[in-house]
């Protein structure tokens, strides 16, 4: 498994308890081997409740792989049902009850997309001309917007320094993160996503100072957008896909 791969893994990881910590009935549990605890399909299901706390689904109990096999159904039934696209490899109950690699992160994943779209969605200031909004597009005209220079949702976010512009330029405010920008610190990059999630309850989904898996990027400055509501115009679109 690559540098990488392990990386994203380990967003998905963090986003997923992130959310799991809020589950309504509030012992939803947390996951500490993204595989391995979601094969019964009980936590996949509580972090469904958790992102829609007015949502109720079935689950079977026990350990029996009936049971697994069940709840994993429920879950990608209530996931076609609200037409989340999981892409990628096939994935099925058995898939998921295994532990397969691959069809796991891509039911995680294919679970914060779309619910981040939503919110994004329904937060951000878009031009009124925009009805199909392309999230990559959205957030590199923001990035590009506060930061110009910026060229990708990879490497030039691996010193920190594009994040803390980016809060800075909507929550100049925000303690702690100015001098942190300014330091010359090794850990400078841990700090600044350590006061981003302190301030702003942002969970820390870079693993900085390596450089970030793209769709990592994306699912963290969707959650900044989640909070900081940036304004994005038609000419910071302009050019992008």
Not at 60 to 67: A, N, T
Not at 128 to 149: F, H
Not at 150 to 171: E, F, I, K, P, Y
Request: one cysteine or more; aromatic letters at 4%.
């Amino acid at each position: 498994m690559t540098t990488t791969s392990c990386q994203f893994q380990q967003c998905l990881t963090i986003w997923t308890n992130h959310y799991l910590a809020r589950h309504p009935a509030g012992q939803a549990g947390l996951v500490t081997d993204l595989l391995y605890d979601l094969r019964d399909g009980e936590l996949l299901l509580a972090l469904l409740e958790s992102l829609t706390p007015t949502l109720q689904l079935p689950r079977e109990k026990g350990g029996l792989v009936v049971h697994k096999l069940a709840n994993i159904a429920t879950v990608l039934g209530h996931l076609q049902k609200e037409r989340v696209r999981v892409e990628g490899v096939e994935v099925t109950p058995h898939s998921i009850v295994q532990g397969d690699r691959e069809a796991t992160l891509q039911v995680v994943w294919a679970i914060s997309f779309h619910w981040q779209c939503q919110v994004v969605a329904t937060r951000l200031k878009l031009p009124p001309m925009l009805t199909s909004p392309n999230i990559e597009s959205i957030v590199m005209a923001w990035a590009s917007s506060s930061c110009p220079g910026v060229t990708n949702l990879t490497s030039d976010w691996s010193d920190g320094l594009l994040v803390a512009r980016l809060v800075l330029s909507l929550s100049p405010g925000l303690v702690g993160l100015t001098a942190a920008l300014d330091s010359d610190q090794k850990n400078r990059p841990e700090n600044i996503l350590k006061l981003v999630c302190h301030h702003l309850s942002i969970p820390p989904l870079l693993s900085l100072p390596n450089t970030p898996d793209k769709r990592s990027t994306i699912l963290y400055l969707m959650c900044l957008a989640q909070v900081l509501e940036p304004q994005i115009t038609s000419e910071g679109l302009t050019g992008l896909p």
